[in-house]
């Protein structure tokens, strides 16, 4: 029996996980294995419906959040409304930034120049987007320089922090859409991708993992943590200690 996905937690209300990376949230096309919605259905059986509080890109991993009733949805809906959402990611990025961390500060709007049509870019008359990140650590393999960033948005745009890392001359390594010529992506999804796209892209899947999600419901902190994939892991040459091992948390307000 196939692995539907790796449990953060669970309640009769709430179910994290944590998202492997190339697994799409809701199905274009494939079995009942192909996205997670409808591994998640499986996993839950006959009963009230999923409802996926978050997404995630097709390529990134990392906590996902599903409400198990309509009622904890539109709860929690109005909480990532509001803003009131703390987000951590992980990035794996080209090159060494100038700064060892920063905000990224650069609105975000349509790519009209992109034959990609979910392509954005940073242009002035766009949305405001903020991003900061901090560096954990930098190093070296086969003659490439890489860093390992702690990211965290401040706005929710879509591709945000994508788009601003690839802005200041750090896109994420594998990023198929804002890293490298954009056919790469059109041949992701054209399943076409040569052997000499795979060789430039370095890693099969974008190396960007969504580690924590914090927030405030129902007079108590909810935070949960999820690692990040082995060859995320591996190729980064993670030195954050036993944060690999963390699971996810709940805690009360005294």
Not at 149 to 158: A, C, F, N, S
Not at 225 to 233: H, K, L, R, V
Request: proline share 4%; charged share 25%; net charge neutral.
């Amino acid at each position: 029996m196939q692995t539907l996905f790796e449990i953060l937690h669970e309640t009769a209300e709430l179910l994290a996980i944590n998202k492997p990376a190339g697994l799409v949230c809701h199905p274009t096309k494939g079995d009942e294995y192909s996205s997670l919605i409808s591994r998640v259905r499986l996993h839950l059986g006959a009963g009230p419906g999923a409802h996926l509080v978050n997404r995630l890109d097709r390529e990134t991993s990392g906590v996902v959040l599903v409400a198990k009733s309509s009622e904890v949805a539109g709860e929690l809906g109005k909480i990532w409304e509001s803003r009131a959402v703390k987000k951590e990611y992980l990035a794996i990025v080209h090159g060494h930034p100038a700064e060892p961390s920063g905000r990224l500060d650069f609105p975000l709007g349509k790519d009209l120049q992109s034959i990609v049509a979910i392509k954005d870019c940073v242009r002035a008359d766009g949305a405001a987007a903020q991003t900061d990140y901090e560096l954990i650590h930098s190093f070296e393999r086969d003659g490439q320089l890489f860093s390992l960033l702690r990211v965290q948005p401040r706005t929710g745009r879509k591709h945000q922090i994508r788009i601003h890392l690839a802005r200041i001359g750090h896109p994420i390594v594998g990023d198929k859409l804002y890293g490298h010529d954009e056919d790469a992506y059109l041949a992701l999804v054209q399943e076409r991708l040569s052997d000499e796209q795979k060789r430039k892209l370095i890693l099969p899947n974008q190396a960007l993992h969504a580690r924590t999600l914090s927030f405030r419901w129902r007079a108590q902190e909810w935070r949960f943590i999820a690692a990040p994939e082995n060859s995320f892991a591996e190729f980064s040459k993670m030195g954050l200690g036993t944060e690999s091992n963390l699971v996810a948390e709940k805690k009360l307000i005294p």
